[in-house]
C-alpha cells in the first residue's frame, strides 16, 4: 500500500510535482528512466509528480541531480 500523505494534493505539492513532471519531459526522459537515474521507485516518483506524495529532500535532491539542475531550480519553477 502506498504511503500517502495527509496532505495529499496539496497545491504546493501539486506545484513541486508538475515541476519534477516538466523538467523530466523537457530532458525527455519516461517516469522509469528518470526513476532509474534517481535511484528512486518508479510509481514513488509518479506519486510525487501527481501531489500524492510529500517529497523528501533526499528524493528531491537525487530526482535534481538526474535532471541535470537544482533543488533550487525545481522549486522556483514550482512557482510557490
Same mark, same amino acid.
Given at each position: 500500500?502506498?504511503?500517502?500523505? +495527509? ?7 501539486? +506545484?513541486? &510535482? +508538475?515541476? $519534477? ?5 523537457a ?10 537515474k ?7 516518483? &509518479?506519486? $510525487?509528480?501527481? &501531489?500524492?506524495?510529500?517529497?523528501? $529532500?533526499? +528524493? ?9 539542475t537544482? $533543488? ?9
Amino acid at each position: 500500500m502506498p504511503n500517502l500523505t +495527509s496532505y495529499r494534493q496539496d497545491p504546493i505539492l501539486i +506545484s513541486i &510535482g +508538475s515541476a $519534477i513532471k516538466r523538467a523530466r519531459l523537457a530532458y525527455p526522459l519516461s517516469q522509469e528512466e528518470l526513476a532509474l537515474k534517481a535511484n528512486i521507485d518508479r510509481s514513488h516518483l &509518479g506519486r $510525487i509528480e501527481r &501531489g500524492d506524495n510529500n517529497v523528501a $529532500i533526499l +528524493s528531491l535532491a537525487r530526482i535534481a541531480h538526474a535532471l541535470d539542475t537544482t $533543488i533550487t531550480k525545481l522549486v522556483e519553477d514550482a512557482q510557490l
